[in-house]
């Protein structure tokens, strides 16, 4: 008999298919339309409360507005008598990162976690007034589509073309071609691979749900690994040449010295468990706009392992994090961690929320407490509460 998170369990979120049939023939290969997929979601918040949000300092946001066939963006953070000033249709608000705020918005992530942590990018909200959206374009990640309240129609095509439109302010496909069109009622949910053009529109006043996930270019990594051997590479020596000859040339770079810097640099070597620190501490690494509080009035150590023994831990909902073995990476550091720190910590990093915390270690104590201090995890008193 299967066990409810078997991964050829089915489930509804997907349709009726398992996670396991789900990656098989869908993730990132074709196009899914799952019919309630969520039967009663309405949505974590109204477009009032989305608005606000936009008008937070530390909330990324954008205005895409579409006036006689002409598209304009807006970045936030927004005042609010800036939507005061929108036309009844044909504009659509943006938010990124919606789960740095709300513990609703990670719950609902948590639903997706057939696809590893690593994988995943943010909870985008949007809300259009009728006949908003950003126009045809296509994504360079995988992305579930989950409708909220009202209705939106998409449009999608498997089209090799992805010319755009020129001088556009966002990617706009300048020549789209739907091959199938679908109006999706709330709880419905689209799953669209890497590159699949699409296009969705407000039938009606409309909230979004976009769970992406991030996938980044070869190039980007590459660059990314570079800097991040810039700070774990020591070289000792420096360039001399005390058999130094005259040249002809004065202005020509020598053989020599091209042969003694290519042996230097030949020496910059590294090996799969440095890719892994590189990784698991670039996956984590916290994005720019992003900072975390510290607790105004943080408890004693003594009391923060009290609370844990009897109450809730957290993840931060801005932290990211990741483990590999008995390293754990948390908003772009790593830590090495006895195997006591390794199972509970890593259940952290798989769960985001531990209740409650016992058996732990003097080690993982010490770094979770240095961890509140740094307002990367938060502890629940349930029986205070209560």
């Excluded at 298919?17 to 949505?43: C, M, N, T």
């Excluded at 919606?98 to 992530?109: G, I, K, S, T």
């Excluded at 957290?314 to 961690?337: A, C, H, P, T």
Aim: hydrophobic share 40%; proline share 7%; charged share 25%.
């Amino acid at each position: 008999m299967l066990t409810p998170d078997h991964p050829m369990t089915k489930i509804q979120l997907l349709g009726g298919i398992s996670p396991g049939d789900f990656l098989r023939d869908h993730w990132q290969k074709k196009p899914l339309l799952i019919r309630e997929a969520l039967p009663d979601f309405r949505g974590l918040l109204d477009a009032t409360e989305l608005i606000d949000l936009a008008c937070q300092e530390d909330a990324q946001s954008r205005l895409v507005i579409r006036r006689n066939g002409r598209w304009e963006v807006r970045h936030g953070p927004f005042a609010p008598r800036a939507f005061a000033r929108l036309p009844k249709k044909d504009w659509t608000l943006l938010v990124q990162d919606v789960n740095h705020f709300l513990p609703a918005a990670r719950e609902l992530l948590l639903k997706f976690n057939f696809i590893p942590h690593s994988r995943l990018d943010d909870l985008m909200v949007s809300y259009a007034p009728e006949e908003g959206g950003v126009g045809p374009h296509f994504d360079s990640y995988d992305v579930f589509l989950l409708q909220g309240t009202g209705r939106r129609r998409w449009r999608i095509s498997g089209q090799k073309d992805r010319t755009l439109v020129a001088a556009a302010p966002l990617k706009i496909l300048q020549d789209f071609r739907p091959e199938q069109e679908w109006v999706l009622e709330p709880g419905d949910m689209l799953y669209l691979p890497p590159g699949y053009a699409h296009e969705g529109v407000a039938v009606e006043p409309c909230m979004t749900y976009s769970i992406g996930f991030r996938a980044p270019t070869y190039q980007e990594l590459a660059t990314q690994f570079l800097v991040h051997l810039q700070d774990s590479c020591e070289m000792g020596g420096m360039y001399e040449d005390p058999g130094l000859r005259i040249q002809t040339h004065p202005g020509r770079i020598s053989s020599a010295m091209l042969d003694q810097v290519s042996v230097a640099l030949d020496k910059i070597e590294w090996d799969n468990m440095e890719v892994e620190r590189f990784i698991g501490m670039y996956l984590t690494e916290p994005k720019p706009h992003v900072f975390f509080t510290p607790p105004s009035e943080p408890i004693s150590e003594r009391e923060f392992a009290r609370r844990m023994r009897k109450g809730k831990l957290q993840l931060d909902l801005k932290s990211r994090m990741l483990f590999r073995g008995n390293r754990i990476f948390l908003n772009g550091d790593v830590y090495e961690v006895g195997k006591t720190g390794q199972r509970i910590l890593g259940e952290l990093a798989d769960r985001l929320a531990l209740s409650p915390v016992r058996d732990i270690d003097a080690e993982a104590q010490v770094l979770l407490y240095q961890w509140y201090l740094d307002g990367y995890v938060y502890v629940e008193d349930t029986e205070a509460d209560g």
